[in-house]
C-alpha cells in the first residue's frame, strides 16, 4: 500500500514555482499574491498564514488584507476591485467561506479573472471545462498533480467523486473526465442512493463531502486509490472523511489527513499565481 504524501510532492512543485519566480525576476518582474480575510475565524487564519509562508519560501511578495466580520457585501467587493487594479498583485485569494451573510460566490466573481490564484471564477471555470484553463482550481488542481507523480493509472478507469462542490468535487470531475487522463467519473452526493456500492466499484475513490470518516473499509474494492480531501475537527482531533486506518487496509494508495491533499492546494495557489504572472508579463 502506497501512502500518498502530499507534503514531499508539494516541496517538488514550490521548488519548480521558485525557479519560474526566480526567471521573471531577472526579467524585472516581482510576482505578488494577495489574501483577502474576513472575520477572525481561527482555521481560516491559520491557513491565510499558511499560503504566506508558501509564498515567500517561493520568494513571491504577498500582501495580506484583513476585514472585520461586520463589514458589507459592498465594503468586500470594493476592496477586491481595489486589489484589481493593483500592478503590484499577480494573483489574489479571498479566503472561504466568509462571516455571516456576506456572499463569497459574489465575492470571487468580483476578482479580476486574471488574477484569480484559486482558479474559482467562473471564467477561469468555464476554461477548464473548455479544456484550457489558466488558473486551475487549486484543490482538483493538486489532486491531479498527486495522480500524475504517484503515476496513478486513470485512462479507462472508474473515478467516483463523493462531493459536487464548486470548490472541488464538480471541477475535479471535468478533469478527471477531460482528454488524455481520460477516466470514466461517476459524480456522487448527499441524494445518491447507492453510494457504497458505487464506491466499491472505483478504481478511484475522492472523498469530498465534509462528513468525518464517512468512507469506510466496506466501501473501497482492493487496491483503488483513495482520495481523502476532508479536514474534520473532532473531540478525538483532526480527520478526514475516510476512516483512514481501516480503509488502509484495502486501498492500493491513500493520503493521509493531514499531509495528503492540504499542502497541495497551497502549492497549486502558487503555482495559479506564477502562471498568472507569466501572461501579464507577455
Known sequence: MT?????????LVREQVAERVAALGEQGKRVGLATLLVGEDE???????????????????????????DVSQDDVVGQIESLNVDSNIDGMIVQLPLPGALDGNAAVEAIDPKKDADGLHPYNLGLVMLERPLAIPATPYGIMRLLEHYEIETEG????VVGRSFLVGRPLGIL???????????QAHSRTKNMA????????????????EFITKDMVKPGATVIDVGINRT???LVG?????????????ITPVPGGVGP?????LLVNTVTLAESRST
Open 43 to 69: 482555521a481560516s487564519q491559520v491557513y491565510v498564514r499558511s499560503k504566506h509562508r508558501a509564498a515567500a519560501e517561493v520568494g513571491m511578495y504577498s500582501y495580506d488584507v484583513e476585514m472585520n466580520a
Open 264 to 268: 497541495m492546494t497551497v502549492a497549486s
Open 235 to 237: 473531540a478525538e482531533g
Open 157 to 160: 478507469k472508474t473515478a467516483v
Open 197 to 212: 456500492e458505487l464506491t466499491a466499484s472505483a478504481d478511484i475513490v475522492v472523498a469530498a463531502v465534509g462528513r468525518p
Open 241 to 253: 472523511d475516510v476512516a483512514y486506518d481501516e480503509v488502509s487496509e484495502v486501498a492500493g494508495a
Open 176 to 186: 478527471l473526465g477531460s482528454k488524455g487522463v481520460d477516466c470514466t467519473v461517476i
Open 3 to 11: 501512502i500518498i504524501d502530499g507534503k514531499a510532492v508539494a516541496a
